[in-house]
């Protein structure tokens, strides 16, 4: 059972944790975060292909420049 990477982010799993993720994909449930991640990048990308460019906003960009953003 390994989870193995290499350079330039190629990711193979092994055994137990490949059928494990096989099956998190194949029956795994999602959560209304995802389901809101989602939506949010699927008009990122409706705005990029209709005008080639999109904007965000940093609720605080203090944090951000000092590197406390919560992760």
Do not use: C, W
Not at 15 to 39: I, W
């Amino acid at each position: 059972m390994a989870i193995n990477s290499h350079a330039f982010g190629r990711v193979t799993l092994t055994e137990d944790d490949a059928e494990k993720f096989a099956n998190q994909v194949r029956y795994g449930r999602t959560n209304q975060a995802a389901k809101d991640a989602v939506g949010r990048g699927l008009s990122m990308a409706k705005a990029v292909k209709d005008s080639g460019k999109f904007s965000f906003t940093v609720a605080n960009p203090a944090r951000v420049k000092d590197g406390l953003a919560k992760r």
